[in-house]
């Protein structure tokens, strides 16, 4: 815990002390930061940050294992951790909803179709990811939610309409597959071996991990 804090408020510092805006590789690094947190941790190495007026103001490692809960993605980590802010100081869900129109999630890998789906429901502006996720990806890979922005009002309810999200792909995403490596290179005590080995297409990036990504991420 205290590596995380620490690791977080580096990455406060970092963008505090300049005065230049951020490139998008620079956000990255702070999401492959906490890629390497959760790596530490024996997790899958998945990490996100999530960006308003170009300050970080969130982040997440993947915590599948620790909470022995599939649904502990970075993304819902970082998610979660804004929402409690923002409801502890009163903001109902129409200023909840306003607050994640001017916020960027940056994230290692592509978020898979559960993520997207919330994410689009929250209407983040926009998402930078690393490598692809083609066995769960919802961002363009098995599905397309980013995309899913829709005047149908199925539900009924302006809360839990998908709002859609712009998406930027491909970000440092060499680094992430190399995490990715790393973590199968040296075992996951918490799942099976992978059938194929984790194999880098030059021209996609291409993360293939069999099935594994969802058991731990
Ligand atoms: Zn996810």
């Not at 999401?31 to 940050?49: H, I, S, Y």
């Not at 960027?104 to 789906?117: F, G, W």
């Not at 998908?162 to 995490?179: D, H, N, Q, S």
Request: net charge neutral; charged share 20%.
């Amino acid at each position: 815990m205290p590596h995380r804090q620490s690791t977080f408020l580096r990455s406060i510092a970092l963008v505090t002390l300049r005065a230049q805006p951020m490139a998008a590789t620079e956000f990255m690094e702070l999401a492959l930061d906490q890629a390497k947190l959760a790596l530490d941790n024996l997790e899958v190495p998945v990490g996100c940050v999530i960006v308003e007026n170009g300050k970080v103001i969130s982040s997440g490692s993947n915590k599948t294992n620790a909470t022995r809960n599939a649904t502990r993605h970075a993304e819902m980590e970082a998610i979660d951790v804004l929402l409690r802010e923002w409801q502890s100081i009163g903001l109902d869900q129409a200023l909840v909803a306003e607050k994640f129109a001017g916020c960027d999630l940056y994230v290692t890998c592509e978020p898979c179709i559960m993520c997207a789906s919330a994410l689009s429901i929250l209407g983040i502006r926009e998402v930078y990811f690393g490598c692809v996720n083609d066995k769960f990806g919802g961002c363009g890979s098995v599905m397309s939610l980013h995309k899913s922005s829709s005047s149908d009002d199925l539900t009924g309810s302006q809360d839990t309409r998908p709002r859609g999200f712009k998406c930027t792909r491909g970000i440092m995403a060499e680094e992430a597959v190399a995490l990715f490596r790393n973590f199968y290179e040296q075992g996951n005590p918490n799942a099976p071996k992978p059938h194929r080995p984790v194999r880098v297409d030059q021209q996609l990036l291409v993360h293939i991990i069999d099935g594994h990504l969802l058991k731990g991420r």
